[in-house]
């Protein structure tokens, strides 16, 4: 298990190859589809993003309500494609790490390859237990899209796996390779 803070510094990117299990902690945003979309249409105008996006994580995250006493609610990940038209974009002004579940097109892994930047999955369906390594949560931008509005998470021991790393190696694509090459050994399928 490795544990990293954020910033999330180029250095730090560099050590991680696709496969490693982590421990994150320090400040991850969130955001979904709708938020990357405003966001790259401020970039579009020439304006300002709600977060200075160099060196950090965004969560693709719409959390639900919390309950009275607690900091969040259940926050499992979003699938990621949805953000695969915005991502590219955000990676070239900085932002160096995703946290979603599922596929990522080859746009986005060029990007990630480019510009130094990682792809964490979080665990689909822990919402819970997600939610219990937030510490800190407050609304930051766009309020107006509700669960989906732009959060800061102050988070601790967040568990991911590295899904694609900076070299563009994808656990998809060579778990599902290695789960075929097991199977299919003598000729065998």
């Keep these: 298990m490795i544990r990293i803070t954020t910033p999330l510094?180029?250095?730090k990117v560099r050590q991680l190859h696709?496969?490693?299990q982590v421990l994150l902690s320090g400040v991850v945003y969130t955001g979904r589809d709708a938020a990357h979309k405003r966001f790259v249409d401020a970039l579009d105008r020439g304006g300002q993003l709600p977060f200075d996006p160099a060196d950090q994580v965004i969560y693709f995250v719409g959390p639900c309500p919390a309950k009275p006493g607690e900091i969040i609610g259940s926050c499992g990940p979003t699938t990621s494609y949805r953000m695969d038209a915005y991502s590219p974009r955000m990676l070239e002004v900085g932002l160096r790490g995703m946290i979603g579940k599922g596929r990522r097109d080859d746009t986005v892994k060029q990007a990630i390859k480019d510009h130094t930047g990682v792809y964490f999955g979080a665990i689909g369906g822990a919402g819970?237990?997600?939610?219990?390594?937030?510490?800190?949560?407050?609304?930051i931008a766009y309020d107006d899209l509700g669960t989906e509005a732009v959060r800061r998470l102050e988070v601790e021991d967040l568990p991911l796996t590295v899904v694609i790393d900076c070299e563009?190696?994808?656990?998809?694509?060579?778990?599902?390779?290695?789960?075929?090459?097991?199977?299919t050994k003598d000729g065998n399928p």
């Design 9 to 11: 510094i180029k250095d």
């Design 18 to 20: 696709a496969g490693d």
């Design 128 to 139: 819970a237990k997600i939610a219990e390594c937030v510490k800190a949560c407050e609304v």
């Design 168 to 183: 563009g190696h994808d656990l998809y694509q060579s778990g599902r390779e290695a789960y075929v090459h097991e199977h």
